[in-house]
Nanobody
Framework: QVQLVESGGGLVQPGGSLRLSCAASGSIFSINAMGWYRQAPGKERELVANIFSGGRTNYADSVKGRFTISRDNAKNTVYLQMNSLKSEDTAVYYC???????????????WGKGTLVTVSS
């Protein structure tokens, strides 16, 4: 059974940095893409950044220049380096992966349980 486990969340002051990690495990044939979403209180879940199999990346406008997404394909792990954090970055951050369980399957989305990032003085 596929599992995505996030780590690295916590409390940080405005202007500080955090590095989130997400490791995918289970019977995975291949990973098409991995990414990060976040959900703040009272808000809908939104895309933060994702990275595709060819290495192309995509970022929300609100985090461009501050966040960097990267991956370690050998470990099925995606990272999110978050710099210059703002209070509005406070949210539960969820890892997402579009992956195949077998050669002939289509890609399906899987989600982690989330890790809380709180940016506050």
């Amino acid at each position: 059974q596929v599992q995505l486990v996030e780590s690295g969340g916590g409390l940080v002051q405005p202007g500080g940095s955090l590095r989130l990690s997400c490791a995918a495990s289970g019977s995975i044939f291949s990973i098409n893409a991995m990414g990060w979403y976040r959900q703040a209180p009272g808000k809908e879940r939104e895309l933060v950044a994702n990275i595709f199999s060819g290495g192309r990346t995509n970022y929300a406008d609100s985090v461009k220049g501050r966040f960097t997404i990267s991956r370690d394909n050998a470990k099925n792990t995606v990272y999110l380096q978050m710099n210059s954090l703002k209070s509005e970055d406070t949210a539960v951050y969820y890892c997402n992966s579009n992956l195949k369980l077998t050669l002939y399957a289509h890609g399906m989305d899987y989600w982690g349980k989330g890790t809380l990032v709180t940016v506050s003085s």
